[in-house]
């Protein structure tokens, strides 16, 4: 699975994220970083990557244009350094793996996650 880390994360995501196996690279490096979410939405759909970010806008864009993709994972953690907090998100990563493929947004909070298959629609 190929990684897209937004740019309201840190760059540190990335050799994380590339320890547990997965390809993983930040926005920083492919695009400027005041590009808006819909062009780092277009571009990740057509190179198959999830997006991993903290901005609730990607959810809102799934939710409003219905599409199936790219897989969005939001998380909604306090702090994003911590490292029990890093080793749930990327626990819940590789469980809903399968669902990313197909199209899927994970939200990650504290201790919980929810899976949601796309597109979403008003009675998900």
């Not at 899927?104 to 998900?124: K, N």
């Amino acid at each position: 699975m190929k990684l897209l880390v937004d740019m309201n994360l840190s760059p540190d995501w990335v050799p994380l994220l590339v320890s547990h196996g997965w390809e993983a690279c930040h926005w920083s490096t492919l695009g400027p970083g005041n590009a808006p979410d819909t062009v780092l939405m277009n571009w990740a759909r057509e190179h198959q990557q999830v997006v991993l970010t903290q901005d609730l806008d990607f959810s809102q864009l799934l939710y409003t244009t219905q599409q199936s993709g790219p897989s969005v994972i939001l998380l909604r953690m306090d702090n994003e350094f911590d490292p029990a907090a890093r080793d749930h998100v990327c626990a819940a990563i590789a469980l809903a793996e399968t669902a990313l493929a197909t199209g899927a947004l994970l939200t990650i909070s504290g201790h919980r996650v929810r899976l949601r298959h796309l597109p979403i629609s008003p009675s998900s």
